[in-house]
């Protein structure tokens, strides 16, 4: 297995308790255990969910496509675009701004 059972046992915990996915939901994406809870998940999420609540970004945004976005693209497309509106967004992106859920059910 590439990743161990650690990683995988705290990503399905936060994809189902914070992101309120269900199993089948994670199985159908598979690729979703290879990212970095740390570097890329909690941030994107963080960032997401502050656009959203600033009505900047629909909650019918596939969480799914943020994750698989590129460094370079996630950053372009919701960061920098974003930026000069809602600073705390570079926070966000940083790790700096804790997420705590989304309020609703997200797209897969």
Known sequence: MIAS???IR????????KLNMTPSMISKNPNL???SL???IIPRCSVLHLLISKG???????????FRMTEKRF????VS???NEVPD???????KIEFQGFPFDLKI
Do not use: P
């Open 5 to 7: 059972e650690n990683k």
């Open 89 to 95: 967004v570079v926070s966000a992106h940083q790790g």
């Open 10 to 17: 705290k990503l399905m915990s936060f994809f189902v308790n």
């Open 56 to 66: 900047l970004v629909k909650e019918e945004t596939s969480i799914v496509y943020v």
């Open 33 to 35: 255990r290879l990212l």
């Open 38 to 40: 740390e570097k890329r």
């Open 81 to 83: 675009k974003y930026q």
């Open 75 to 78: 950053v372009d497309k919701l």
